[in-house]
C-alpha cells in the first residue's frame, strides 16, 4: 500500500509540475506575444496665413487683385496712372492663427506681357523704413506665431525721364490710347518658409 501511495504522490507531483511549468511558459510566452494599441492625440500647428484678408492655405493664386492707390496731382484725373505718375499698393501678412514661426518672400514684378515697359517698381517699405527695390532684390522677413498684421507698401512709377525710359512720347501716346489696359499688371509672388532649428 505504502508503493500505491508513492506512487500516487509521485503522479500528483508530475501533475502539479507539468500544470506549473505550462502556467510559468504561458505567462511568459505571453509577454512578448501581447498586443496592446494605444493612441497619441497631438494637436497640429495650425499655418493659416492670411493675405490682404484672404487665406492662402490650400491655394497658389489670391481670388483677389491687390488694388493699387494711384497718387494725383493738379494735372491728372484721380485714380488713374499718366507718365510721371506715382503710385503704390499694400500687402497685409496676417499670421493670427499660424502656430510656427515663419519667413516669408515676396517679390514684385511688373507682368511681361504688360506693354507699358516703362512701368518701375521703385522701393518698399515696412514699418518706417524704406528701402530701394531691385528685381534681384526679394523682399524677406521673419514673423513670429500668432503674430497680428505685417504691412508692406510697395511704390511703382511710370518712368518718364527721357534719360531712361524706354518708351518716348509717342509711344506713351499709343498706349494710352488703346481702350483697354488690361495687361498693365504687376505680379507678386510669395513664398513662406517654416523656420526650424
Excluded: C, H
Excluded at 505685417?150 to 494710352?176: G, H, L, P
Amino acid at each position: 500500500m505504502k508503493r500505491k501511495n508513492d506512487l500516487f504522490f509521485i503522479i500528483i507531483f508530475i501533475v502539479v509540475v507539468m500544470l506549473s511549468l505550462t502556467y510559468l511558459a504561458r505567462s511568459s510566452y505571453s509577454k512578448y506575444r501581447k498586443r496592446v494599441t494605444g493612441n497619441v492625440n497631438a494637436q497640429i500647428a495650425s499655418w493659416k496665413i492670411k493675405i490682404n484678408n484672404e487665406t492662402v492655405q490650400n491655394s497658389g493664386e489670391l481670388s483677389n487683385d491687390i488694388t493699387p492707390t494711384l497718387d494725383s496731382d493738379i494735372y491728372t484725373k484721380e485714380g488713374v496712372l499718366a507718365p510721371g505718375g506715382t503710385g503704390y499698393f499694400d500687402v497685409v501678412i496676417n499670421a493670427t492663427d499660424v502656430d510656427v514661426d515663419f519667413t516669408y518672400e515676396m517679390t514684385a514684378e511688373v507682368n511681361e506681357l504688360t506693354p507699358l515697359t516703362d512701368l518701375e517698381i521703385i522701393k518698399y517699405k515696412i514699418g518706417d523704413v524704406e528701402t530701394n527695390y531691385s528685381i534681384n532684390n526679394k523682399i524677406t522677413g521673419d514673423i513670429a506665431k500668432n503674430t497680428g498684421d505685417t504691412s508692406i507698401r510697395v511704390f511703382f512709377k511710370w518712368n518718364d525721364d527721357s534719360q531712361t525710359e524706354t518708351m518716348d512720347n509717342e509711344d506713351d501716346t499709343i498706349y494710352a490710347a488703346r481702350s483697354t489696359n488690361a495687361n498693365t499688371k504687376i505680379k507678386v509672388t510669395f513664398k513662406f518658409t517654416q523656420k526650424q532649428s
